[in-house]
């Protein structure tokens, strides 16, 4: 009777278990449509090809930097694991996870996120976190991302987050309850509209320029971590300075002050616009603050002749399996870029 006992438990504390799962999948967003940078995260381990460089940091990534452009121009394999507003103790993080599956030969990090030492707000924190594969690299960066008003268990259970979801529950939560679509190409997030920048606004005079002590440390963690690994850190500033998105003198020269103490080369593109080929009425999506893909393009061309030259690496485009992989991808950005799906 005992024996009987104990397995009528088990089974019905299994039942309960799968019960949670279930409820869990079903009521966590899905960022299917509307708002889909935060299934970017967790798309990165669907993609099983290795790449030669990554990309961290915020929009400024993630919408200026095209890897199917980087591949068909110079055959470099790439991948972007940005997110909104990416803080730079989150590239931190997702650093060293990437590094727990690959080793790129090159880290590319976009500055802009320098200018903020504090958490910012839930939001672009679970669209980071909540996408990271569970490990003791996530249990860390959940710890040095949280608000105050933030709870870790909630981070661990999402179902303690989302639990009221259920009122809002639409078809998609069925439909993409077990598998999610791509949305980005290796990780760029593709803007195809064009809102010409019409006037160039300069950013409000700073209370105090001095870029946060905790962004340099963990600027310098990931110093760390790629010599320990043998891997080229990039320093980069995208070429936008527009809007809420100002790029101050002073940041500038404490960028230029850390890269030169540390031998770490340092990429502006701010005063490289005409170089590269902007134009500042076809190439943005939004008025200058972010690029659109002809922008984007023009940025990466640019950028990829640097990586081949200053950095040699190598071109795969030779590799019969990898070319065969790149081709579906590009083949994909383009239909989108012409107006697929």
Known sequence: MRKKQWIACLCILLCGGVFLWFAQLLLE????SGNREGAMTAEYYSDGSPHDVLFLGDCEVYECYTPPTLWAEYGITSYIRGTPQQLVWHSY?????????ETPKAVVFNVYAMRYGEPQNEAYNRIVLDGMHFSTVKLRAIWASMTEEESFASYLFP???YHSRWKELEQADFQYLFHRDPVTHNGYLMQTDVVPKELDIEGEPLSDPALPQICFEYLDRMRTLCEEKGIQLILVKAPTNFWGYYWYDEWEEQIVSYAGENDLPYYNFIPLEE???LDWS????DGGAHLNVSGAEKLTSYFGKILREEFGLEDHRADAELSAVWQEKCSAYEAEKNGGT
């Open 282 to 285: 076809t190439d943005t999506y």
């Open 159 to 161: 179902l303690l987050r």
């Open 93 to 101: 993080y997702l650093l060293e996870e990437t590094l727990r599956y």
């Open 29 to 32: 967003p899905k960022y299917m």
């Open 275 to 277: 170089e590269i080929g």
